[in-house]
């Protein structure tokens, strides 16, 4: 998974910089974080990143045709998994 901020792996800026660590770095020190603290520390920082993310998303301008577009996608896409899973259109 990329994001615009982050380089492609085999780009010539691909995590060359000392500063920041490789993802997969940043993802290990997470696990063995949450592995070490209780719930209780560690949850309220998941879900301020989470919030911190749904946040930042609802403030991108999205027109009416564009939000309609996505939810049909998203719509599709959950049935097609659903179906893909044997489960139908009710889940069950």
Do not use: C, H
């Not at 500063?19 to 974080?33: D, G, K, L």
């Not at 993310?53 to 403030?59: F, G, M, T």
């Not at 045709?65 to 959950?78: N, S």
């Amino acid at each position: 998974m990329s994001d615009s901020r982050t380089p492609e792996e085999d780009s010539a800026e691909a995590d060359d910089d000392p500063e920041r660590p490789p993802r997969y770095e940043q993802v290990i020190r997470w696990a063995e974080y949450i592995k070490e603290q209780p719930p209780e520390v560690w949850g309220p920082q998941q879900n301020a990143v989470v919030n911190g993310q749904i946040e930042s998303a609802q403030a991108v301008d999205v027109s009416v045709d564009d939000k309609k577009r996505i939810r049909e996608f998203a719509q599709e896409t959950l049935r097609a998994e659903r179906e893909s899973d044997g489960n139908g259109e009710d889940g069950e």
